[in-house]
């Protein structure tokens, strides 16, 4: 599991990404790149691959890499939450700051280009979450 970690003097900014072991409580910094300086947001795949917002996409980084191995920066714009789904499809909230202008793209499984926007009732979005298959 990886966690970001905040500097207290600016709760925005991402200092560390620490890396735990299954069942361990202490963390190991990661040192990865490319994640957004304020409000990075994260999530993991089955695979332990680590989806975390740049400042204009979604960076992709394999278990224990330092950069990314893809980036998606098509329909990214101020990313404010990423989520998966058991299938493996990515939902990236975007925030571009002007009233009523979020939205949530939709990208298939290993896709790179969204095949569904939802735009719809959306205001200042601070994330998206996705109800697991039953």
Known sequence: MRRGFIDPS??????????????????????IQGIAPIGATFATDRAGNLYADGAASVNIYAPGAKTPARSIAAGVQ?????????????YVANYPGAPGASFI??????????VNTFNGNLSALAGVAVRPAQ
């Open 105 to 114: 793209n939709e990208y298939a499984a290993g896709g790179s280009v969204p």
């Open 10 to 31: 600016s709760p925005a900014k991402i200092l560390h990404v620490l890396q735990f072991a299954p069942g361990s409580s202490t963390g190991v910094e990661t040192g």
């Open 78 to 90: 101020s990313p404010t939450g990423i989520a998966l789904d058991s299938a493996g499809n990515l």
